[in-house]
């Protein structure tokens, strides 16, 4: 279950990407256009945060507001290109990744020898190969490929 997003995790979050920008309090301050001590102030919380000033420091993180509350501390560029390329996909292309995910998430739970059946089970499906136990309980594979010219 998620933990609930509460303003010391807002501040939290402005604190990581602060330093991830290599930016110190008073730095984000001058980059703000206020003075030094604007930013301590609201890490602080002796001034509340406003809207405005979060998307001003999500411009100046070059991140978007859904980086900000959705990825937060969890932040990379590799989960935000994924879930940019998701957005791109059709339903129905999304739901044959989410299928994956969910066969991948599965599979961590199982020994490795099922895994590697599965792995030739799936594969099996792709290039038309059938699998077939024999009579000492081993699988047999038979390729149907036909060789294209």
């Known amino acids: ?19 991830k920008a290599n930016l110190s ?8 256009d ?3 001590q604007f930013m301590k102030r609201i890490l602080n919380k002796s001034v509340e945060l406003k809207v405005s000033t979060l998307l001003e420091f999500c411009d100046i993180m ?14 990379n560029e590799n989960d935000k290109n994924l879930l940019d390329m998701f957005k791109q996909l059709s339903n ?5 990744i989410i299928d994956l995910m969910n066969k991948l998430k599965w599979q961590t739970k199982k020994p490795n020898y ?8 799936y594969y099996a499906t792709i290039f038309d190969i ?11 594979l038979q390729s149907t490929l036909v060789a294209h010219g």
């Not at 059938?130 to 047999?140: A, H, I, M, P, Q």
Request: hydrophobic content about 35%.
């Open 62 to 75: 070059n991140i978007t507001i859904q980086d900000f509350f959705y990825l937060g501390n969890n932040y």
């Open 114 to 121: 099922c895994l590697a059946f599965d792995f030739l089970k």
């Open 1 to 19: 279950m998620d933990k609930k997003l509460d303003y010391d995790e807002v501040i939290n979050r402005m604190c990581f990407f602060m330093n």
């Open 130 to 140: 059938t699998y077939r136990n024999d009579s000492s309980n081993r699988w047999l």
């Open 25 to 32: 309090a008073r730095a984000t301050s001058f980059t703000l």
């Open 92 to 96: 129905e292309n999304k739901d044959i």
């Open 34 to 36: 206020h003075g030094e």
